[in-house]
T-cell receptor
């Protein structure tokens, strides 16, 4: 099993450009999450999907949209990137009856 | 609201000495508590969890954590530190009174540095 995979690993964008971060899991998990990690801020939840067909905002949703494409895939879209969105983005997944989350390797995004 | 605090940004310990990384929490019910570790340029890896039962929980790589309800703490411990334990450690909590599969709330992280 690959676990949780994320693409791309690195990305540089100019202010105003758009992009989609992809996440997929092969563990048959119901719930998926997007976090951003910034120095001194820990992990902050952007959006999550408790189950296929549902999405909810987290702590810092502004400037982002998400799509739960199917049970395996959960994408994060930046419509108009801003320098404040420079961060490392992590996707995670978990079973419905277990709150232990499994994390992907991350996407390092720089917005200039 | 649920929250978790890691009061130390950095912990330094000599190799072979015991280590402790502190975590305190705030929830309205009995908490579910977790520790994760992050090595450089990697995602977070699960170390251990407390859901119910024995207050001393054993996890991966020789780590353990003690749930203390009266002090609302869940400190991570290891009897003898290794240089390879150097990493960023996150404590996380979930309040089981929340319905549905709401996410974990993470602390800001504590950087552990083990010196040879």
């Amino acid at each position: 099993n690959a676990g949780v995979t994320q693409t791309p690993k690195f990305q540089v964008l100019k202010t105003g450009q758009s992009m989609t971060l992809q996440c997929a899991q092969d563990m048959n998990h119901n719930s998926m999450y997007w976090y951003r990690q910034d120095p001194g801020m820990g992990l902050r939840l952007i959006y999550y999907s408790a189950s296929e067909g549902t999405t909810d905002k987290g702590e810092v949703p502004n400037g982002y949209n998400v799509s739960r494409l199917n049970k395996r895939e959960f994408s994060l879209r930046l419509e108009s990137a801003a320098p404040s969105q420079t961060s490392v983005y992590f996707c995670a997944s978990s079973r419905l009856d277990s709150y232990e989350q499994y994390f992907g390797p991350g996407t390092r995004l720089t917005v200039t | 609201a649920q929250s978790v605090a890691q009061p130390e940004d950095q912990v330094n310990v000599a190799e072979g000495n015991p280590l402790t990384v502190k975590c305190t929490y705030s929830v309205s019910g009995n908490p579910y508590l977790f520790w994760y570790v992050q090595y450089p340029n990697r995602g977070l890896q699960f170390l251990l969890k407390y859901i119910t039962g024995d207050n001393l929980v054993k996890g991966s790589y020789g780590f353990e954590a003690e749930f203390n309800k009266s002090q609302t703490s869940f400190h991570l411990k290891k009897p003898s530190a290794l240089v390879s334990d150097s990493a960023l450690y996150f404590c996380a909590v979930r309040d089981p009174l929340h319905s549905g599969n709401t996410p974990l709330v993470f602390g800001k992280g504590t950087r552990l540095s083990v010196i040879a």
